[in-house]
């Protein structure tokens, strides 16, 4: 049998090469919203993030890492696949490798996480099931291991308005330790497997100093969030919605620990679509942890339909 040749792509010429393999999921395992291709020629995947497995002229097994276009280290991976899981674990070993030699950081972590999109019904559908779980099995033996499986979920304007709160008043944000401070006292018990991962490694003030300046440096900017306050001028909660590359989203939401109870996640995620709809956003992309049921349940009530699921790997 031929040998297996296992590299990162030599140049941009390569990208067709790694777009030329066939063994690719049918069932809507792995499926992007846009092309490789496309997302390449924006500058989301470069040459030395691109990985692929040969045997001879034919590519066996493929995973591109990627990162937003102004970012300079890879953020997640987010194409795996392969016609063997040996193939697919032995083109991920390489790749995770090169990138342990590499002066490597990320804001979203020491080592890019595994993002593996799956259908909404992946678990109930015997196709959909073996090739994620053919994924999985890859990713676990070079190494990587189950984080959170989230809900990926969308709002366009045809779903309708959700009613604007009526009990709380919004403010700009104009004192950034403010901001901080009340995101210190929201990861506080927060439901959210990032937040509590971030928590052992870290003090609460460090976590959410570290939040503040990642989702400020997004391209949406600052000049979307938003202090909440109740009807007695108690601080409860604060909203950041931003935008990414491509779409409107919620960079962060929460309410203070202290003031859980009263439904105000409602509130919060009402007022950032309502400043999206205003300014004429066609996609507000979410998502959140399938474990955090108080936040599904919002973002259900919000009009927020699910796309699909995502499974992070670390």
Not at 107 to 124: E, I
Request: glycine share 8%; proline share 6%.
């Amino acid at each position: 049998m031929t040998a297996l040749v296992i590299r990162a792509l030599a140049d941009e010429s390569e990208f067709a090469l790694f777009d030329s393999i066939t063994t690719l999921p049918t069932s809507g395992v792995g499926q992007r919203p846009r092309a490789f291709m496309e997302l390449a020629a924006d500058g989301e995947y470069r040459p030395a993030w691109v990985w692929i497995a040969q045997q001879g002229e034919k590519v066996v097994a493929r995973a591109a890492f990627r990162a937003p276009q102004r970012e300079q280290h890879p953020w997640s991976l987010d194409y795996l696949d392969f016609d063997t899981v040996e193939n697919g674990t032995a083109v991920l070993e390489s790749a995770y490798s090169a990138l342990v030699t590499t002066d490597y950081h990320s804001p979203m972590g020491p080592r890019p996480q595994y993002h593996l999109l799956v259908p909404a019904d992946w678990r109930t559908r015997p196709d959909a099931r073996a090739e994620a779980d053919a994924r999985i099995q890859a990713a676990e033996r070079a190494g990587l291991t189950f984080h959170v499986e989230r809900l990926n979920l969308q709002w366009i304007p045809e779903y309708g308005l959700p009613p604007r709160s009526t009990r709380l008043s919004f403010t700009p944000v104009t004192d950034e330790q403010v901001l901080v401070d009340l995101v210190a006292q929201v990861v506080t018990g927060s439901l959210d497997a990032e937040d509590q991962a971030e928590l052992r490694r870290k003090p609460a003030e460090a976590v959410a100093a570290d939040l503040v300046a990642m989702i400020g440096d997004m391209p949406g900017g600052r000049a979307r969030w938003r202090l909440a306050h109740d009807a007695a001028g108690e601080l409860v909660g604060l909203v950041m919605p931003t935008r990414a590359d491509r779409f409107a989203t919620i960079g962060y939401i929460g309410v203070d620990h202290r003031h859980r109870g009263h439904g105000y996640a409602y509130d919060l995620l009402a007022e950032a679509v309502h400043i999206f709809a205003a300014e004429g956003e066609p996609l507000i992309f979410d998502n959140t942890d399938v474990g955090n049921h108080p936040m599904a349940a919002t973002f259900e009530r919000i009009g927020y339909r699910v796309t699909g699921r995502r499974i992070l790997m670390v």
